[in-house]
């Protein structure tokens, strides 16, 4: 069979080609000149200052040999302190404790803040202002947050569990409204043409939906908080574990010790994200 190209080529006929497309240069950008810019100054600021420091005398080989000792110590050859394991596993639970304690809270009112500050259920301007004042919770790290209620009740748990709180809530709010606002419009719309009440649309509909999420969430925060309880340990006088932590890093230099805490942490780390993985996959197969 005689195809129209076999014509067209005894014809001499040139199918005539699509013009080339030429490929586009990127326009000049002051936006990137300006980070490269301040690129380069970072690193001719960074070799400078290296090779302007003053070492202070200091052996690098020996400063190095010192370091690798420690680790050794710490990750090797980790073992308790004079005073057994029991007064360690006391004080991490003390830790854990506060983490938790601190998460129930946050959960709860961070809960009905996010009901109140979410688009989908609520008037904007009001939510609009509690996203507003979370937010400027938020930026405001949870230890200085801790510092702050230690002025107004002293060193101490009290301080360490309203700071840890505070941040928690403000964390939530904006955590869970998110999730609330995932939710199909018509959902909502249909349950309040039916007449159902505001609290009926949150504890039937909205709750059974993303309860998967506000269990990833809180778990999240709960470790979260469980690091921040360490650290205000000995910064806040909560004691707990990071309180042990800092004697036997800062005061006996005890790098057994040292070893032995740390590995306790991580433990409690897994075991906290093995319960968190199992209950969302739990929920979500209800």
């Not at 259920?121 to 939510?127: D, I, K, V, W």
């Not at 301080?159 to 606002?181: D, Q, V």
């Not at 959902?187 to 039937?204: D, H, P, R, Y």
């Amino acid at each position: 069979m005689i195809t129209r190209d076999d014509i067209q080529n005894v014809s001499g006929y040139k199918k005539p080609q699509p013009p080339e497309k030429k490929i586009k240069l990127r326009k000049f950008n002051w936006s990137r000149v300006m980070i490269y810019a301040v690129m380069v100054v970072l690193l001719s600021v960074t070799g400078y200052t290296l090779t302007h420091l003053d070492t202070a005398n200091v052996k690098i080989g020996d400063a190095i040999h010192g370091l690798m000792m420690t680790l050794n110590q710490i990750f090797l050859q980790p073992r308790a302190g004079s005073d057994g394991v029991m007064p360690l596993l006391s004080a991490l639970g003390i830790s854990l404790l506060l983490a938790i304690m601190t998460t129930i809270i946050g959960a709860v009112i961070g809960f009905l803040f996010a009901v109140i500050a979410s688009r989908n259920l609520t008037n904007a301007y009001f939510g609009a202002i509690i996203r507003v004042v979370m937010a400027i919770i938020r930026a405001i790290p949870t230890i200085v947050w801790v510092l702050i209620f230690s002025i107004v009740c002293g060193l101490g748990t009290n301080a360490a569990i309203l700071g840890l709180s505070f941040h928690s809530i403000a964390y939530l709010t904006k955590a869970y409204s998110e999730s609330i606002e995932e939710i199909d419009q018509t959902t909502i719309e249909a349950l309040k043409v039916t007449g159902s009440k505001f609290w009926v649309i949150v504890f039937q509909a909205i709750w059974p939906t993303i309860i998967a999420s506000l269990v990833s969430w809180t778990f999240i925060r709960l470790e979260i908080n469980f690091a921040n309880a360490i650290a205000v340990g000995a910064a806040a006088g909560a004691g707990g574990i990071g309180y042990q932590l800092f004697v036997a890093s800062g005061m006996s230099f005890d790098f057994h010790e040292v070893g032995f805490i740390v590995y306790l942490i991580i433990g409690v780390t897994i075991l906290l994200e093995f319960i968190a993985v199992k209950l969302r996959q739990m929920y979500i197969t209800k």
